[in-house]
T-cell receptor, first 115, second 113 residues
Framework: GAGVSQSPSNKVTEKGKDVELRCDPI?????LYWYRQSLGQGLEFLIY????????KSGLPSDRFSAERTGGSVSTLTIQRTQQEDSAVYLC?????????????FGQGTRLTVV | GDSVTQMEGPVTLSEEAFLTINCTYT??????LFWYVQYPGEGLQLLLK?????DKGSNKGFEATYRKETTSFHLEKGSVQVSDSAVYFC????????????FGGGTRVLVKP
């Protein structure tokens, strides 16, 4: 597609429910990133994919968070047993590996509200 | 590991004032450096980039020079406008870290008319 697409754009869920957030990167981009941005805060790194593998999962806050990427394309971030502190905007970005620099393109994000 | 430190905000200034946002980094090897901007209600977008030492990135009147000797990539604009009010993020990406993109904490800039 023309850009990084995330769905849903907004999600309200009850505490304790599971949610799935989807990211469709730019076609051909091999790197995919998930970040979290809480209200008024900076970008918190969650996980990074290179193809289908995740060389860096260091940012996942707890074992309730998991992510997968299939076919080197679409990625899903799953949050189990959601808590109110999970409320944030979840951002996805993708980039291609060309030369020495990798410009990342961001999606519009999914605003998750846990009530 | 790689890290980026940028000045905390908020930075409040008047229209036509000079803006500087400091950014320093720690990285192995020779990373690429970026400034991203997030305007109110919008998504993150790339503002400018530099891929090697002494490169100067520029866009929309903003400039930043890749200074390897001081490991810095300070963002500057000579005359800001109200429309420059946004959150600015410094970032780096390096092959030594598997091309993972690492961001600073962001600096909120508010330009008053």
């Amino acid at each position: 597609g023309a850009g990084v697409s995330q769905s849903p754009s907004n999600k309200v869920t009850e505490k304790g429910k599971d949610v799935e957030l989807r990211c469709d990167p730019i076609s051909g981009h091999t790197a995919l990133y998930w970040y979290r941005q809480s209200l008024g805060q900076g970008l918190e790194f969650l996980i990074y994919f290179q193809g289908n593998s995740a060389p860096d999962k260091s940012g996942l806050p707890s074992d309730r968070f998991s992510a997968e990427r299939t076919g080197g394309s679409v990625s899903t971030l799953t949050i189990q047993r959601t808590q109110q502190e999970d409320s944030a905007v979840y951002l996805c970005a993708s980039s291609s590996l060309q030369g020495l620099w990798t410009e990342a393109f961001f999606g519009q994000g999914t605003r998750l509200t846990v009530v | 590991g790689d890290s980026v430190t940028q000045m905390e905000g908020p930075v409040t200034l008047s229209e036509e004032a000079f803006l500087t946002i400091n950014c320093t980094y720690t990285a192995t090897g020779y990373p690429s450096l970026f400034w991203y901007v997030q305007y109110p209600g919008e998504g993150l977008q790339l503002l400018l980039k530099a891929t090697k030492a002494d490169d100067k990135g520029s866009n929309k009147g903003f400039e930043a020079t890749y200074r390897k000797e001081t490991t810095s990539f300070h963002l500057e604009k000579g005359s800001v406008q109200v429309s420059d009010s946004a959150v600015y993020f410094c970032a780096l990406s390096g092959k030594a870290a598997g091309n993972k993109l690492t961001f600073g904490g962001g600096t909120r800039v508010l330009v008053k008319p």
